[in-house]
C-alpha cells in the first residue's frame, strides 16, 4: 500500500492555513453584506512535537539526501513535500504564542525558512547537488537557535562543553 502524500499533505495544509496574516481581512462571499469572522491561527502541538514530528523527519531528509535520493517522480513529490513542510515550519516557529522573543527567535528562524525555501527549490529542480550544498546552512540554523533556546545544549555531564 502506497502512502506517499496522504503522510504529509493535512501538516502541509495545515502549516499554509497557519502561515495566513491573522489580521488579514476576511474575504466576502459576493452579494453578502457583511464581512465573514476571521479566525486565528491557533497552536494545535507543544514545540516538542512540532519538532519531533514535522520538522526532525523534515529536515532529515535533506540531511541524508545523498544516502536516500528520490528515484522516481513519487519520490520526488514525496521530497518536494517534505522541503516544503520544512520551510513552512519555520512560519510556524514564527506565528503568535509561538515566538519567544521578537528579535534572536525571529533571526534564528530566519536561517530555517531560508534554508528550508532553498531546498524546497533544489527538491523542485531534483536537484541532489542543491539540496547537499543546503546541508550546512540547515545545520546551522538548527545548532544556532537550539544554543539560543535550549537549555545545557551540546552539554555533556557535569556542565562540560562535548
Known amino acids: ?21 491573522p489580521q488579514a481581512p476576511a474575504s466576502q462571499t ?12 491557533a497552536r494545535v502541538g507543544s514545540m516538542a512535537e512540532l519538532m519531533s514530528k514535522i ?3 523534515t529536515s532529515d531528509a535533506v540531511f541524508y539526501i545523498e544516502t536516500r535520493t ?5 519520490e520526488w513529490d514525496d521530497l518536494q513535500g517534505k522541503t516544503l513542510m520544512l520551510a513552512e515550519s519555520a512560519n510556524l516557529l514564527m506565528m503568535p504564542g509561538r515566538a519567544r522573543d521578537q528579535d534572536r527567535w525571529m533571526a534564528d528562524t530566519k536561517l530555517m525558512l531560508d534554508a528550508g525555501t532553498a531546498a524546497f527549490r533544489a527538491a523542485k529542480r531534483h ?6 550544498a543546503v546541508n550546512d546552512a540547515l545545520y546551522e540554523s538548527c545548532v544556532t537557535c537550539h544554543r539560543h533556546y535550549r537549555p545545557n545544549y551540546g552539554r555533556g555531564r557535569g556542565g562540560a562543553r562535548e
Open 1 to 21: 500500500m502506497r502512502f506517499g502524500h496522504a503522510r504529509w499533505l493535512p501538516a502541509v495544509a495545515l502549516g499554509l492555513a497557519l502561515a495566513q496574516d
Open 30 to 41: 459576493p452579494g453578502a453584506t457583511e464581512p465573514q469572522t476571521t479566525v486565528a491561527p
Open 55 to 57: 520538522i526532525y523527519p
Open 70 to 74: 528520490p528515484k522516481t517522480d513519487a
Open 127 to 132: 536537484d541532489v547537488a542543491g539540496l547537499v
